[in-house]
């Protein structure tokens, strides 16, 4: 995202583009990993120079989460971490050893959710999907240790 861009996004959900929101907007938009903590975050504007707080992090994620651009997710009991709200739908794979997290969309489980709700009379407004297990990689080092 461009700076315009980014100072646009929260103009949009009426928040004002200070220096704190428009750099952690702009970590949140060009990271690969889009599940980021606020702990990472707040490491990531050090490496980069910012004086910007921890608790400054945690306050913008908190007012982007409630203006709707950032989802909070809480994979593990220890930590949230926060991904862009880019509007379309996805679920997650978690791996419960190393913590990565791949996203995914499948048209039939969306399906299958929705008649489940329609079946016990609910109107779904919202659902999350996530799978615990053990990635491939996990496992591979688990192989080669044994």
Do not use: W
């Not at 996004?9 to 704190?20: I, M």
């Not at 903590?37 to 490496?47: C, H, K, N, P, T």
């Not at 950032?70 to 739908?89: C, K, M, Q």
């Not at 489940?116 to 240790?145: P, S, T, V, W």
């Amino acid at each position: 995202m461009s700076h315009q861009e980014l100072n646009q996004a929260l103009n949009q959900v009426g928040l004002k583009a200070t220096g704190p929101r428009m750099k952690i907007l702009a970590i949140l938009a060009r990271q690969t990993e889009r599940h980021l903590s606020a702990e990472a975050i707040y490491q990531l504007l050090r490496e980069q120079k910012e004086n910007i707080g921890l608790a400054t992090v945690y306050r913008v994620l908190t007012q982007f989460e409630a203006a709707g651009l950032v989802i909070r997710h809480n994979f593990s009991s220890d930590h949230a971490v926060f991904e862009l709200n880019e509007g379309e739908h996805h679920d997650h794979l978690i791996c419960v050893r190393c913590g990565r997290v791949e996203e995914f969309v499948d048209a039939v489980i969306e399906k299958h959710q929705s008649k489940i709700a329609e079946k016990a009379g609910f109107k779904m407004l919202d659902h999350r999907l996530d799978l615990y297990g053990i990635c491939r990689d996990c496992r591979a080092n688990e192989k080669q240790r044994a």
